[in-house]
């Protein structure tokens, strides 16, 4: 190969002075060749490559396959055969017509191989045709085709900085046309080459590149921009999912729109295209407000908008998590329908466009969600059925479904999930390869009972996880499994998030027995793992799972079995594995269960776990500082303390030090369940011929005050810690009215609740706490 032109070839030596006063070129024993003298010889010797770039594809019109030249050769024998063309001992300026012919071909067939080394390979082939015309020979003419050629095969070799290299590619051969027109100059094409492939980054920083080659493309002589070179910038922004990408595309529209109003050139006319990237850069947004910003411009359009657009609006609401945003996307639904049933057949809703409105609903958590993307299912396969094949539901829509029962709070939502998938796989075993249940589909079944605490939910849970594991290549989790399924289900193996799920289920469940059930599904995933299965490695997550259903049970000894895992957790991740890191949420779990322990010393032992906390914090690890979970679980460890009068006295100085800690933090603040739990600990652990129980209650609950911080839960505290301290802390009219134990929230002064939600009526009496959030 011969030496990079950025080496040895750069634009100022492409004409070097010689001794004599008058500058001559480097080929200085030859004449200059003109273009046209350089086009009559290429007829004469049979080289391709006209050096006009409006013949941009006359050199590739040669090639022998319409797959490329050389489509036959593996990849390394092509490029044994390119390096035997680039190491030929013929001095620079010798290169036979054939021999450049052969060049060009190769150049053709890396732009055509998505293979690592295609566009080192093509720029070095390129190199080597411009060192040829440095040197004067005359049958060497690099076009604008070629240049754009071996910018594709950058973008297509897929390496991390193939975008980057085909822009030091446009800008090494500009360079070279600036000094020396005979060189190619840099066609619109190939400046559409290289945006696109900054788009294919799907990244921020690549997009702002492609507006950057855009601008630039504008300040070229004859501003040759086309909507097409607009489109993919736009494309850029929409790919990156950047926060800012949907606000960055809009403004890059509208500057689209003024360059064709100030122009009137139909070249640079927003498009269909145009509007539906915009849409969809907000839908990968994400961003507060996007939905409406999408569902705007929809509305804007000068264009007709066609299903795509629609979608995209669809796409949009379904990932904005906005209030009601389920019903806009069923809205848009609505419009396609009577839309396409009027004569507008581009705007007839396909499969995409019903499964981004299940998605909207799947992600609103509405009650009925489930029974609305069920009903939505129905009617595709009604449609199907009546020979619209495009309506056909596949995977993904019964996946989505199931889904949206999982997120939704109806009751039996669950089992109706359940049944969704029990359908799917009577539909895959009756032939239709388009509906297959995955571990997708098992898991999203297996996490709508996971959130149901209706009976029984954890045992179907773990149930699936069963079926899941008969489903594995060879069953070889656990044996004997109950309902063995069909072959034609054997596809489905349990991942990390089925058996993380399966523990969750039994965590979130009231089953007296769920600490050890979560620890027997636990050690299935830990034995699976040793024995070689690395996908179930268990994490942070996984502990943190088994934590919370050790948390949550009153079976003695729990609270150490927590602490246990929780010093496991820190083994994990001192030897290594980062994974295991213990974070909050495992503090938080652990403290929990030391307060649900009927241990005297639980208040010392969530105090010891709160002061390790904020040590590790000291030393440089932010991720462990206590938060108000922290905080507020300690107060509870204290408020639920019972035993001796040494005893109590003990928990109460802890709640104090934890709540005067808290109220120094500069990081957390105190909210109202903070402040009904200290209140709680103080008229629990204090005597009540302590002098400080009534100055703690009532300084607190003036503090509360101050903060905006008193919810239902603190009058609650307050009227059972003491009774003649509430009716005289509230104002006057209000206390009159605590006398008969009636007070509603929306009497308390709104500067007082500010911070919190506003309750019902509170009655001090009631057994249960109406009131808590």
Same mark, same amino acid.
């Given at each position: 190969?011969?030496?990079?032109?950025?080496?040895?070839?750069?634009?100022?030596?492409?004409?070097?002075?010689?001794?004599?006063?008058?500058?001559?070129?480097?080929?200085?024993?030859?004449?200059?060749?003109?273009?046209?003298?350089?086009?009559?010889?290429?007829?004469?010797?049979?080289?391709?490559?006209?050096?006009?770039?409006?013949?941009?594809?006359?050199?590739?019109?040669?090639?022998?396959?319409?797959?490329?030249?050389?489509?036959?050769?593996?990849?390394?024998?092509?490029?044994?055969?390119?390096?035997?063309?680039?190491?030929?001992?013929?001095?620079?300026?010798?290169?036979?017509?054939?021999?450049?012919?052969?060049?060009?071909?190769?150049?053709?067939?890396?732009?055509?191989?998505?293979?690592?080394?295609?566009?080192?390979?093509?720029?070095?082939?390129?190199?080597?045709?411009?060192?040829?015309?440095?040197?004067?020979?005359?049958?060497?003419?690099?076009?604008?085709?070629?240049?754009?050629?071996?910018?594709?095969?950058?973008?297509?070799?897929?390496?991390?900085?193939?975008?980057?290299?085909?822009?030091?590619?446009?800008?090494?051969?500009?360079?070279?046309?600036?000094?020396?027109?005979?060189?190619?100059?840099?066609?619109?094409?190939?400046?559409?080459?290289?945006?696109?492939?900054?788009?294919?980054?799907?990244?921020?920083?690549?997009?702002?590149?492609?507006?950057?080659?855009?601008?630039?493309?504008?300040?070229?002589?004859?501003?040759?921009?086309?909507?097409?070179?607009?489109?993919?910038?736009?494309?850029?922004?929409?790919?990156?999912?950047?926060?800012?990408?949907?606000?960055?595309?809009?403004?890059?529209?509208?500057?689209?729109?003024?360059?064709?109003?100030?122009?009137?050139?139909?070249?640079?006319?927003?498009?269909?295209?145009?509007?539906?990237?915009?849409?969809?850069?907000?839908?990968?947004?994400?961003?507060?407000?996007?939905?409406?910003?999408?569902?705007?411009?929809?509305?804007? %359009?000068?264009?007709?908008?066609?299903?795509?657009?629609?979608?995209?609006?669809?796409?949009?609401?379904?990932?904005?998590?906005?209030?009601?945003?389920?019903?806009?996307?069923?809205?848009?639904?609505?419009?396609?329908?009577?839309?396409?049933?009027?004569?507008?057949?581009?705007?007839?809703?396909?499969?995409?466009?019903?499964?981004?409105?299940?998605?909207?609903?799947?992600?609103?958590?509405?009650?009925?969600?489930?029974?609305?993307?069920?009903?939505?299912?129905?009617?595709?396969?009604?449609?199907?059925?009546?020979?619209?094949?495009?309506?056909?539901?596949?995977?993904?829509?019964?996946?989505?479904?199931?889904?949206?029962?999982?997120?939704?709070?109806?009751?039996?939502?669950?089992?109706?999930?359940?049944?969704?998938?029990?359908?799917?796989?009577?539909?895959?075993?009756?032939?239709?390869?388009?509906?297959?249940?995955?571990?997708?589909?098992?898991?999203?079944?297996?996490?709508?009972?996971?959130?149901?605490?209706?009976?029984?939910?954890?045992? %179907?849970?773990?149930?699936?996880?069963?079926?899941?594991?008969?489903?594995?290549?060879?069953?070889?989790?656990?044996?004997?499994?109950?309902?063995?399924?069909?072959?034609?289900?054997?596809?489905?193996?349990?991942?990390?998030?089925?058996?993380?799920?399966?523990?969750?289920?039994?965590?979130?469940?009231?089953? %007296?027995?769920?600490?050890?059930?979560?620890?027997?599904?636990?050690?299935?995933?830990?034995?699976?793992?040793?024995?070689?299965?690395?996908?179930?490695? @268990?994490?942070?997550?996984?502990?943190?799972?088994?934590?919370?259903?050790?948390?949550?049970?009153?079976?003695?000894?729990?609270?150490?079995?927590?602490?246990?895992?929780?010093?496991?957790?820190?083994?994990?991740?001192?030897?290594?594995?980062?994974?295991?890191?213990?974070?909050?949420?495992?503090?938080?779990?652990?403290?929990?269960?030391?307060?649900?322990?009927?241990?005297?010393?639980?208040?010392?032992?969530?105090?010891?776990?709160?002061?390790?906390?904020?040590?590790?914090?000291?030393?440089?690890?932010?991720?462990?500082?206590?938060?108000?979970?922290?905080?507020?679980?300690?107060?509870?460890?204290?408020?639920?303390?019972?035993?001796?009068?040494?005893?109590?006295?003990?928990?109460?100085?802890?709640?104090?030090?934890?709540?005067?800690?808290?109220?120094?933090?500069?990081?957390?603040?105190?909210?109202?369940?903070?402040?009904?739990?200290?209140?709680?600990?103080?008229?629990?652990?204090?005597?009540?011929?302590?002098?400080?129980?009534?100055?703690?209650?009532?300084?607190?609950?003036?503090?509360?005050?101050?903060?905006?911080?008193?919810?239902?839960?603190?009058?609650?505290?307050?009227?059972?810690?003491?009774?003649?301290?509430?009716?005289?802390?509230?104002?006057?009219?209000?206390?009159?009215?605590?006398?008969?134990?009636?007070?509603?929230?929306?009497?308390?002064?709104?500067?007082?609740?500010?911070?919190?939600?506003?309750?019902?009526?509170?009655? @001090?009496?009631?057994?249960?706490?109406?009131?808590?959030?």
């Amino acid at each position: 190969r011969c030496p990079p032109i950025s080496s040895t070839l750069s634009p100022h030596s492409l004409h070097t002075p010689t001794s004599s006063s008058t500058s001559t070129p480097m080929h200085s024993t030859k004449e200059d060749v003109s273009l046209d003298q350089v086009r009559k010889k290429n007829a004469k010797f049979g080289s391709v490559g006209s050096g006009n770039a409006s013949d941009d594809d006359d050199w590739l019109v040669r090639t022998s396959d319409a797959r490329g030249a050389h489509a036959e050769l593996s990849v390394s024998k092509l490029q044994a055969l390119t390096n035997k063309h680039l190491k030929k001992r013929r001095p620079l300026g010798q290169l036979k017509g054939s021999e450049i012919h052969e060049l060009t071909r190769l150049l053709s067939s890396w732009s055509k191989r998505a293979v690592t080394e295609s566009g080192q390979m093509a720029e070095a082939i390129l190199d080597r045709i411009i060192a040829e015309r440095s040197a004067g020979n005359v049958r060497a003419v690099p076009t604008a085709s070629m240049l754009n050629t071996a910018l594709n095969a950058w973008t297509k070799s897929g390496v991390k900085d193939g975008a980057q290299r085909s822009l030091k590619l446009l800008d090494r051969v500009n360079g070279f046309h600036l000094q020396d027109e005979s060189y190619p100059r840099p066609d619109t094409q190939c400046f559409f080459t290289v945006m696109s492939s900054f788009a294919k980054r799907k990244d921020y920083q690549a997009a702002q590149t492609a507006e950057k080659l855009l601008v630039r493309l504008g300040d070229l002589p004859g501003n040759e921009r086309q909507a097409k070179h607009f489109n993919v910038a736009l494309n850029a922004y929409a790919e990156s999912g950047h926060a800012r990408s949907g606000e960055m595309a809009e403004r890059l529209l509208e500057s689209m729109a003024e360059l064709y109003r100030t122009t009137g050139d139909d070249n640079v006319k927003p498009e269909l295209r145009s509007f539906n990237t915009v849409i969809k850069a907000h839908a990968r947004s994400k961003r507060k407000g996007s939905a409406q910003r999408a569902a705007s411009i929809l509305s804007s %359009m000068e264009t007709e908008p066609d299903k795509i657009t629609y979608s995209s609006c669809i796409d949009a609401w379904s990932k904005s998590g906005a209030k009601g945003a389920a019903h806009k996307a069923e809205g848009i639904l609505k419009e396609m329908k009577a839309l396409s049933l009027n004569g507008h057949l581009d705007c007839k809703p396909d499969r995409i466009c019903y499964n981004a409105v299940i998605n909207a609903l799947a992600t609103s958590s509405e009650q009925d969600a489930g029974e609305r993307s069920e009903r939505l299912l129905d009617e595709m396969q009604k449609l199907s059925g009546a020979g619209d094949e495009e309506m056909q539901p596949d995977t993904w829509t019964y996946n989505t479904c199931i889904k949206a029962y999982a997120n939704s709070s109806g009751r039996g939502a669950a089992r109706k999930g359940l049944r969704l998938l029990k359908k799917m796989e009577s539909i895959h075993i009756a032939g239709n390869p388009n509906v297959t249940p995955d571990v997708y589909s098992y898991n999203s079944c297996m996490n709508g009972f996971a959130k149901s605490r209706e009976g029984g939910s954890a045992q %179907m849970a773990e149930e699936l996880l069963e079926r899941m594991e008969s489903l594995s290549p060879a069953g070889r989790y656990i044996k004997n499994v109950r309902n063995v399924p069909p072959q034609a289900l054997r596809n489905v193996q349990p991942d990390k998030i089925s058996f993380n799920t399966a523990i969750y289920s039994w965590a979130n469940s009231n089953d %007296m027995l769920s600490a050890a059930r979560a620890d027997g599904i636990f050690q299935r995933m830990l034995a699976a793992y040793k024995a070689g299965d690395d996908a179930l490695k @268990p994490d942070v997550t996984t502990y943190n799972s088994l934590l919370t259903a050790w948390s949550r049970t009153p079976s003695p000894g729990a609270a150490e079995k927590a602490e246990e895992i929780l010093e496991h957790m820190f083994e994990l991740s001192e030897a290594g594995d980062r994974d295991c890191r213990p974070d909050r949420q495992s503090f938080t779990s652990v403290i929990n269960a030391w307060a649900k322990s009927r241990n005297p010393s639980k208040a010392q032992n969530a105090q010891r776990l709160l002061r390790r906390m904020n040590g590790l914090a000291e030393s440089g690890d932010d991720s462990l500082r206590p938060n108000i979970f922290i905080y507020g679980a300690v107060l509870n460890a204290c408020a639920f303390t019972y035993g001796k009068k040494a005893v109590k006295e003990r928990a109460l100085t802890i709640a104090i030090e934890t709540f005067k800690e808290l109220n120094r933090s500069p990081d957390v603040q105190s909210n109202d369940i903070t402040y009904a739990t200290f209140m709680r600990a103080v008229s629990t652990l204090a005597e009540r011929d302590d002098p400080r129980r009534d100055h703690l209650i009532e300084h607190v609950f003036r503090q509360c005050c101050k903060d905006g911080q008193v919810s239902a839960s603190v009058l609650k505290q307050l009227s059972k810690g003491v009774p003649h301290l509430y009716i005289s802390l509230l104002p006057s009219t209000l206390g009159k009215k605590a006398v008969y134990g009636m007070i509603g929230m929306d009497e308390i002064p709104q500067k007082w609740k500010r911070n919190v939600r506003v309750g019902k009526n509170f009655r @001090p009496s009631a057994r249960k706490d109406n009131f808590r959030r």
